[in-house]
């Protein structure tokens, strides 16, 4: 190979895992189930291999092996399948971390290699180092709506891939690989045997104890490992380490905070769910100051220290018993607050200096004395620990709806006799709030007693208000829509209590909200109370759900990429620095996509303040779950960030611009003409997916809909997409985009699209992540599911969307210049293939539980069509 080749990936690691995970599978079902039902699998596999290559024979004879499985064959059949992919998934993740692809994809040759090329392009070595000292990375873990494998299996998931990295290790003895592969033989026998879901639905508790874990079981360690790997990096190629104190990532948790539609959010349940924060970060802090006092034994120290240890012996022992105190006391005072007592005061861990202080002087001693190897050790990784985790292992994110924050004030303004505040129009209301905010007296009458509804908002702005600033990441206002949205939370703050300011941060969802998104914060900044209350920094979320949700893909991307370059220019004007937060999902429907990807095609500069981004439940699994997927993830964001703020991504020419209004509101209109115009539409989605039964599946703390009743607008983002992933039309990925491509390719303008794929990061990834959707979209298992489930009248319908489907994919290949889909991606393509021989019975069968379970429901049809929905899930990955 020579010296300019890139060595192609080697996948026979993977394939050769994939293969002995199925086996042990296998050989499990028949010790459980008979070598009948084993048969049975692999007869299925085998036709459904053959239906997919094209045989109609083995299409017809696969349905009918489906049709005639009996109730009690259901589940077994269906988990079967399923649980094949879910360890397809983990040998593919231990791919991605494996021995084999480390040259390729290692998170430190992709630090190293991107710093010497960023240096080769002409980027001083300073700028870099003051680009990476100056990196901020904020990612905000949110529960997973759609997630339903019990945290246990998980678990199993995280234990197997151990495994299978073990059993790459050179040098392994017999008797050590006999037992790595019966350890792998005894979890998949777990599995089979054990549950795969829960019963009940999970409570925000639940859920939040579930983000701790991550944290605990992956985050703690993966943060200092990739510190580690930054530094080395940044010392090899810029001279210079990084900075002691260096903060470059950190967590930020929406469960049990987010609110949003969501009823079994309360008060009393953020207030629980942050002292079960703190209690983990100090148990965690507990295991590191033990491993600390056994390392620690050394006598030499320098003057600062001989003082704080009181003339100790073992001076680095008694400065860390006395940490270890403080943190037994913390725990037990948390404790009693979670049982509801109120604890004696005590001295008890409410800073991170109390933490830092005291680590730090014995890191600096030790290097005084000589002993810098030992000091840059353990030792050091705590105090990356305490600057990136806190004293609150994460900050918490509260979210409430705009129109709650309405209610509120107009039940108040009644009470004082004022009118009604929510008929009020926008100057009225703005010129109200500011006249509160600069007013000292208390704005809610005395003995006024508030609807249940008014007081859940007020106890939870209570509850903030009780916090240390440092717990708090932001108040997001969902919906906002004007400048009284933010203003009407800063008043509700102010009333409770809160001394120092937090990021109250409004989250622009609709089209319509995007495109006014500049016109409410330049009414913001230009009053005085306002700019002074947020100092020069302000953070605005922006959504690509709902936005996708309500315009589809191609104009909710368009609308998103203004809003920020909009944001960007009148902060600028006002000297303000903003923080975008990106609401992002793992769909392509919900603005997923590569990393890499996505953070290039962001405006030019919306960067340059950090990262704040949602991971959320299915997608922190996939790319925070193990350490070793972790230090990747954070690797492959500090490169994309790096690049985006040292070598400005182009931005859009004047024609680029016109190209993509046009694109937007052809795209927007064929959207909506289908989702909003067609008056069966509504009817077809119930019956063609799973919808209905999703709804009632214990999938997440949070209802399906943000009301009872409507039609998609009160359907949630995320279980729109997640039903349409299901019956493999992947419709909201999709819809509109390649109409309003094909009528520019009508107008005999193809090429300019071709140079704006070429040449322009963002209109490249939009059709990159078509092209994905289309792989995973199957327009004959979408027929399929009509023949099954839909009435004759209302057939038209889904036929009208595959015959779309077909002309899209056909000009985004014009296009692009293609013959066929991923044609660039050929492993992505692979994979897809090789998922579909098992995750086609899961859709047929689906179908077939759906139709069942419509006419005559039981448990055992609902746990079926469960497991397909995961199963299914499982195969297309990215679906929530």
Request: proline share 4%.
């Amino acid at each position: 190979m020579s010296a300019g080749q890139v060595r192609e990936p080697d996948y026979s690691g993977l394939r050769s895992n994939v293969s002995q995970l199925g086996h042990i599978l296998g050989e499990t079902m028949a010790a459980a189930e008979g070598d009948a039902f084993l048969e049975l699998i692999e007869r299925i596999r085998v036709l459904s291999k053959g239906a997919r290559d094209g045989s109609p024979a083995d299409r017809e004879a696969l349905l009918s092996q489906l049709r005639q499985l009996d109730d009690e064959q259901l589940v077994p059949v269906a988990r079967a399948f399923a649980q094949f992919l879910n360890l397809a998934n983990i040998a593919e993740q231990q791919h991605m971390v494996s021995r084999t692809m480390a040259p390729l994809l290692s998170a430190s040759r992709n630090l190293n290699k991107s710093l010497l090329e960023l240096r080769e392009e002409g980027v001083a070595t300073q700028q870099i180092a003051d680009t990476i000292a100056a990196l901020k990375i904020e990612l905000v873990l949110t529960a997973h709506p759609t997630e339903i494998t019990r945290r246990t299996l998980i678990h199993k998931h995280g234990e197997i891939g151990e495994c299978l990295s073990q059993l790459e290790l050179a040098g392994l003895t017999e008797r050590e690989q006999s037992r790595l592969h019966a350890r792998l033989r005894e979890l998949i026998a777990q599995i089979w045997h054990g549950d795969d879901f829960r019963r009940e639905r999970p409570t925000p508790v639940d859920e939040a104890k579930w983000g701790f874990a991550v944290v605990e079981e992956s985050l703690w360690r993966a943060v200092p490992e990739f510190m580690r790997r930054l530094d080395e990096a940044l010392e090899t190629h810029c001279g210079t380490g990084l900075p002691l104190d260096a903060a470059p990532v950190s967590f930020v948790s929406w469960m049990g905070g987010d609110r949003d539609g969501n009823p079994n959010v309360t008060a009393e349940v953020t207030r629980e769910v942050m002292l079960l924060s703190r209690w983990q970060a100090v148990d965690l802090y507990q295991g590191d100051i033990e491993r600390l006092l056994e390392e620690l034994s050394m006598t030499r120290c320098n003057d600062a220290l001989r003082e704080l240890a009181a003339e100790a012996h073992e001076p680095y022992r008694a400065i860390l018993r006395g940490l270890r105190d403080l943190l037994r006391r913390t725990q037990q005072h948390i404790e009693a607050l979670l049982r509801g007592e109120t604890p004696a005061p005590v001295d008890i861990l409410v800073s991170e200096e109390q933490l830092w202080e005291p680590l730090l002087a014995c890191y600096q001693s030790l290097v005084d004395c000589g002993m810098q190897l030992i000091a840059r050790g353990s030792l050091l990784d705590v105090l990356r620990r305490v600057r990136c985790f806190g004293v609150h292992l994460v900050r918490h994110d509260i979210r409430q709806d705009s129109a709650r924050h309405t209610q509120a004030l107009s039940e108040i303004t009644r009470s004082l006799g004022l009118g009604d505040y929510a008929e009020w129009d926008e100057d009225t209301r703005r010129a109200f709030l500011l006249r509160e905010l600069g007013n000292r007296r208390p704005l809610t009458p005395r003995r006024w007693q508030p609807s249940a509804d008014v007081q859940e908002v007020l106890d939870t702005c209570a509850v903030a208000a009780e916090q240390p600033t440092r717990a708090l990441g932001a108040y997001v206002i969902s919906m906002a829509r004007q400048a009284s949205d933010v203003l009407a939370v800063h008043l509700l703050l102010q009333e409770a209590g809160v001394e120092e300011a937090i990021p109250v941060a409004p989250l622009f969802e609709t089209l319509d909200d995007l495109s006014r998104a500049r016109e409410v914060v330049s009414t913001l900044l230009r009053d005085s109370w306002y700019s002074g209350q947020v100092a020069g920094r302000m953070m605005v979320m922006i959504g690509y759900s709902d936005s996708a949700k309500d315009a589809g893909v191609l104009a909710a991307s368009w609308a998103q990429y203004r809003a920020q370059e909009e944001l960007l220019e009148v902060c600028g004007q006002y000297g303000v620095e903003l923080t975008l937060f990106h609401g992002r999902g793992g769909t392509i429907g919900r603005g997923g996509a590569p990393a890499q990807q996505a953070l290039l095609s962001q405006p030019p500069g919306s960067l340059k303040n950090g990262l704040r981004v949602t991971e959320q439940g299915e997608m922190i699994r996939t790319k925070l779950g193990w350490s070793s997927l972790a230090v990747k993830t954070l690797a492959l964001y500090t490169v994309a960030i790096c690049r985006a703020n040292l070598l400005t991504p182009p931005a859009p020419r004047d024609d680029w611009r016109q190209m993509m209004e046009a694109l937007s509101a052809d795209s927007c209109a064929a959207y909506r003409a289908v989702v909003r115009e067609e008056p069966e539409f509504v009817p077809y989605f119930r019956q063609a997916t799973p919808e209905q039964e999703l709804a009632k599946l214990p999938l997440g703390s949070r209802p399906a809909r943000r009301k009872a009743g409507g039609g998609i607008e009160s359907l949630r983002a995320i279980p729109w997409i997640f039903a349409w992933s299901q019956n493999r039309l992947m419709l909201p990925a999709w819809l509109g985009a390649g109409a309003a491509l094909a009528n520019v390719v009508a107008q005999g303008k193809a090429a300019l699209l071709q140079q704006m794929a070429q040449e322009w990061p963002f209109f490249a990834t939009r059709l990159s992540m078509l092209e994905m959707v289309y792989a995973k979209a199957d327009e004959g298992l979408s027929a399929y599911y009509d023949d099954v489930l839909v009435p004759a009248e209302l057939q038209p319908i889904g036929a009208g969307l595959r015959k779309q489907l077909a002309m899209d994919i056909a000009t985004v290949l014009t296009i692009q210049g293609a013959e066929v889909l991923l044609s660039e991606q050929t492993w992505t393509a692979e994979t897809i293939r090789l998922r579909n021989i098992y995750t086609d019975p899961l859709n047929f069968l689906q179908a077939e539980l759906l139709k069942r379970n419509r006419q005559r429901q039981s448990p055992e049809l609902e746990r079926a069509i469960m497991v397909t929905i995961a199963g299914i899930a499982a195969g297309m990955r990215n679906t929530g």
